[in-house]
């Protein structure tokens, strides 16, 4: 906040502004290349988290370092790749956030929570669950805003982390 300061800051983009109209669905380019950015970081980090030496690495390192170090892999190294992939993988966030909406040094606190409940409601390390349970937590949250009011979308995103780690505690694809 010393170096940038508390004021907002947003970014003109020529897609920002325009909608594509499709019957009576209006879909704003706004929220649709951040969602189709998202979806496409997801998959790529899918893939690489199944399918390369690394990416399976990163996965064991948290499960057991010393098998890791079996496997002739140095689990130092291992944790510094996924700090660097995850800094990448919140740059792009932080990107396309900014599309979406301006940006202040203290607007985490409006979506820590939706992200803790969306994690845990996918299961952690389901890239599948997680983007169901955007979606689920997102429909919700959209439809509580219309009916009851913006001050309820919190405690609905609460309430249904409660639901969620009742009826299935590892999340929706995690495994139980």
């Not at 170090?69 to 130092?76: F, Q, T």
């Not at 990448?88 to 956030?97: D, E, H, R, Y």
């Not at 202040?104 to 349970?133: H, K, N, Q, W």
Request: hydrophobic share 55%; proline share 6%; net charge positive.
């Amino acid at each position: 906040m010393l170096v940038f300061g508390v004021d907002y800051r947003l970014v003109e983009a020529p897609y920002i502004g325009p909608s594509w109209h499709m019957g009576w669905l209006d879909l704003p380019l706004r929220l649709l290349v951040p969602a189709a950015v998202s979806l496409v970081l997801i998959g790529a980090l899918e893939v690489f988290m199944t399918r390369t030496f690394i990416g399976r690495a990163v996965k064991a390192v948290a499960q057991d370092p010393v098998a890791l170090r079996l496997m002739a892999a140095n689990p130092s190294r291992i944790k510094r790749i996924a700090f660097g992939l995850s800094i990448a993988t919140c740059s792009v966030a932080g990107a396309v956030l900014i599309i979406i909406q301006p940006v202040e040094p203290s607007i985490a606190r409006d979506y820590i929570g939706r992200i803790f409940a969306i994690c845990v409601m996918g299961g952690l390390g389901s890239f599948g669950g997680t983007v169901a349970a955007a979606m689920v937590l997102g429909v919700v949250e959209s439809l509580t805003t219309t009916i009851y009011g913006p001050s309820w979308s919190p405690a609905v995103a609460f309430g249904f982390l409660l639901l969620t780690l009742a009826v299935r505690p590892a999340g929706l694809f995690g495994r139980s």
